[in-house]
């Protein structure tokens, strides 16, 4: 059998993780994982020569992506700006942190949209219960009335942890293991993804810019109304791709569920206490910080529970402490990525040029730099690693991605400092993007293909898991950040924070051999086991 993300039928030429196809990389790798178990391959060939299963899914993140990102790219102005503008009148910090622990929950909540598309309802079932209630959330955001805005937040960041890590394990699916078809189309699926992530920012900019912030709300909200349509009206295109759970629960997992829950719980209810403690009452701010422990100590939870497994063998510790470090690099690196829809956006708004070319454009327009920029890069990229055989190895990857993650909030720190208190150049903040948008193409597309190897193989199905807890802990930390700074102008915020993510970058170039050799050992085991099973 082959790695999860090795191209099939291509034989393993090193012993090093094969980046799959670049894009919304983050996602989605589980996928490979489920399509292999169900084996549901459909035989058409009618879309770009694969199956029309596969269009019916393009559109549907197509469209997803795009209330997603255009409701995130507008988030943050709506809820710092005054109310007499229909905005929720929250403070820049508070926004910011706001913003930043929403994606820490959609990232949170997106391990338990797997676990119940894996355990109980399968992966259809979750992307439609998913669909309908972003859409709701959507609406209540485009409803002019606080109430319903909170309400809309929240519903759309539950509906996309059910969707989100969903609908491309349907896209394996359609395909089987050794169907030389299956890269190419997540590299069409992939796509999808950004142009909807590059459409969405402009086109709901604008409507806010002519009728407001529920304006551009409602916009999103037809986006998500597309994606269920497409879905829905589909569903006999998909071959029966998603329509039952992989991994069923059984009898005999009730009680370790049930006190896994209880755990879960008593651990929400400690964190919002202390966040109480903290805070001296129930404000925003509490459930704020809640939430961020409840992030941060997520991955501490798992790799505690890994390592006291008596499933894990010595050499699997060993393994997984060499993958601790790539994890905190990547925390690192979405903590600063994510904030394209915080501090990035507050810069764009009060410290940007938004007059290009003499067009004067909406803030919210740099965020379609980076979909922009993966759609003209990712091929640079993909060649690239072909002519260099996939070298340098995955450790130093990381390490490039999360040198020019700091090297980005460094330079605007900078460009910010050159400014003073006047606005900086336009294509200044489009630079910073494009700089980061080459550290993601370096790390993410490896980040899974290196978690799969590195856990243990008791442990190999909850990977994905495993990894959208880095971009969750990363997005808490800017929760807390933010709010930690309020008094502090942007060279010092981004400048500081560049600097000791550089800081982090040098440790990672550092023990790189460390780590690189126990990736290779990883692959090996998996080969012989492989090789056994055979």
Known sequence: MRAPDEPPGHPRRRM???DPAPGDARLDARSVRVGEAHGVVPRDRAFFGHPLGLMTLFGTELWERFSYYGMRAILLYFLTDTIANDGLGLADDLGNAVVAVYGA????????????????????????YGGVVIAAGHVSLAVPDSRFS????VLVALGTGLLKPNVSSMVGELYSRDDPRRDSAFSIFYMGINIGSLLAPILVGVAREIGGYHAGFAVAAVGMAI??????????????AGDEAPNPLTAADRGPLVRLVGAVLVGCLVAVGVAAAVSGGFTTTTFIDALSYIALAAPVATFWVMFRSPKVTRAERTRLRAYIPLFVAAMLFWMIFEQAASTLSEYARDRTELTILGVEVSPAFFQSVNPAAIIVLAPVFAWLWVRLEDRPPTAVKFAIGLTFAALSFLFLAGASAIAGDGRTPWW??????????????????????????????????QAMALWFLATSAGNAITAQVVQATSDVGPTAYFGWIGAVALVFAGGMFAIAPWVTRHIREGSREEDAEDATVL
């Open 150 to 153: 909170y309400l809309g937040i």
């Open 428 to 461: 200044v903040l489009v630079l910073v993007y494009v700089i980061q948008t080459v550290g993601e193409l370096c790390l993410s597309p490896v980040g899974l293909a290196a978690t799969t190897l590195l856990a243990p193989r008791a442990f190999r199905g």
């Open 16 to 18: 090093e993780p094969r």
């Open 227 to 240: 994606a269920l349509v497409f879905f829905v009206a589909g569903r006999g295109l998909l071959g029966g």
């Open 105 to 128: 929950s959609v990232y949170l909540l997106s391990v338990i949209g797997g676990w119940l598309a894996d355990r109980v309802i399968g992966a259809r079932r979750s992307v439609l």
